[in-house]
């Protein structure tokens, strides 16, 4: 049965110190993998799309990466405003969606 | 680019009475729009997807005589919550995919349904 993991379900991090969050999954047939970020009351913000394996993505203070098995989302010195839900998404006949990281950041 | 609006951000109505939400997709020709719902600190579960011009297709244990779906345009999907109940409140969040860009779904703000 097709499925994605996420963990930790939640993380805090003083500001400035990395971290990473990880999406495991098993699918057959992956056309692409997701990551969003979403904010309480808000709906998913897309961050990346990776398709194969030893592909990254960076943008800011986040890198993405993806393996046959699971996919990193790299956080490099967090600042308050990154905390958020982090989901991570991955397509092969539909779209599966993991429960999330919830990551606070706190000064 | 890639900007999807809902309309209404939330909304508040009695029990029995029919609710529609609007998905727009702003800068982009959406080929196909989705519709999920979210429970608190749970994740998105998938309710239906619509293509324009086509009926929709629902996930199982979806009911798609309540939840009635309208693709009518390349930038507008309507989802009508019809004789709502107090367990229909939720967050009701859509997305669509643009022409080239299939995989990538993006989300709108989401719509916050309480039902009374």
């Known amino acids: 049965e097709d499925q994605v993991t996420q963990s930790p379900e939640a993380l805090r991090l003083q500001e400035g110190e990395s971290s990473s969050l990880n999406c495991s999954y098993t699918v057959s047939g992956l056309r692409g993998l997701f990551w969003y970020r979403q904010d309480p009351g808000k709906g998913p913000e897309f961050l990346f799309t990776l398709y194969s394996a030893g592909e990254e993505k960076e943008k800011e203070r986040l890198k993405a990466t993806l393996t046959k098995k699971e996919s990193f989302l790299h956080i490099t010195a967090p600042k308050p405003e990154d905390s958020a839900t982090y989901l991570c998404a991955v397509q092969s006949w539909r779209l599966y969606f993991g429960r999330g990281t919830q990551l606070t950041v706190w000064p | 680019g890639a900007v999807v609006s809902q309309h209404p951000s939330r909304v508040i109505c009695k029990s029995g009475t029919s609710v529609k939400i609007e998905c727009r997709s702003l800068?982009?020709?959406?080929?196909?729009m989705f519709w999920y719902r979210q429970f608190p600190k749970k994740s998105l579960m998938l309710m239906a997807t619509s293509n324009e011009g086509s009926k929709a297709t629902y996930e199982q244990g979806v009911e798609k005589d309540k939840f009635l779906i309208n693709h009518a345009s390349l930038t507008l999907s309507t989802l009508t919550v019809t004789s709502a109940h107090p367990e229909d409140s939720s967050f009701y969040i859509c997305?669509?995919?643009?022409?080239?860009?299939?995989?990538?779904?993006?989300f709108g703000p989401g719509t916050r349904l309480l039902v009374l």
């Open positions: 997305s669509a995919t643009a022409s080239g860009r299939e995989e990538t779904q993006y």
């Open positions: 800068d982009f020709q959406a080929t196909t």
